[in-house]
């Protein structure tokens, strides 16, 4: 019996170790999994913050490039815009003939220093000084593009007393014009040479001496004097600086220059005359009123206009009815361009 209630003791004490054997293990199974949860929960967690500032990293990078694509892309909008309005103006007045002439003839003579007048915006950030907005070639300075154009233009300078009042009172009212200028007189003077062309104003070539027995004695000798006088503007100017624009002193219209506009059209140069006079080279000091009223009546009824005006020497009066020319030629609907 006693053996018997052993072994039952024994075997119940047996069953009650396996038992506690069991709930142990199914503890420590509960405890790995818990540990094990625990684990993959701080893992998700960790990957999910860095995720999330990999992501805000990435974000942030993403929307500096897309910024910069946006700025880039409304840069190159805008040069592209400001290329096709170029190219509008300049196809619009024009046949497809004159614009291969035309582009024949800037490749030619490439006039126009593209660099210099970039790197001199971005140093100063000034308004561009030479700008194909205002800037037409002097063979279609006639074109009909349905605007009203004034071409202001001052020959036989720069001199020191009248070139500094022209040159202030253009700038004053924000007007580009031409100066046809004599080599003598820009070799004694490149700096107001420089002025001008700093200033945004076109510079034409209107002979070395202005000597005309000089200059029309023979078709050579009418080369050699443009050509002394080019040397001379390009080298005071710059290096990039090329013309290829003539005005004859003393106008072309006579007959007998044909053979020297042959020989120009020959070498790619524009020459260009005029079909409104101020009148202030008739005589010494021409009153106020006089030169404004011929520029009144040789203007009337024209859409385009090229205004003869001097900056010579005695050319005072000049200077002083230049802001009256301006103001009035304003009133009249026109725009002021450049001739090149
Ligand atoms: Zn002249």
Redesign the pocket.
Known sequence: MNNYIDNESSSHKKTSRKKAHKKMRKLKLYTGIFIIFAIILCLSLSFKYFNNNSKKTVATMSTTSIASNIDSNKGNEKSNINKNIQAVKEISPSSEKEISTKSTKNNLNNNKPKNSNNSKKCSTGSVSTHNADYSVFADQAFNKDGQKVAFLTF??GPTRNITPRILDTLKHYDVKATFFVLGQLAEQNSDLLKREYEEGHSIGN?SYT?NYKKIYSNVPNFIQEISTANTIIEKNIGNDFKTALFRF?GGSFEKSKNPFKEKLNSEGIRYIDWNVSSGDAAGQNVPVENILNNIKSTSAGKNHIVVLMHDASTKKTTADALPQIIEYLKSQGYVFKTLK
Request: glycine fraction near 0%; charged fraction near 40%; proline fraction near 20%.
């Open positions: 020959d036989d209107h202005h002193p």
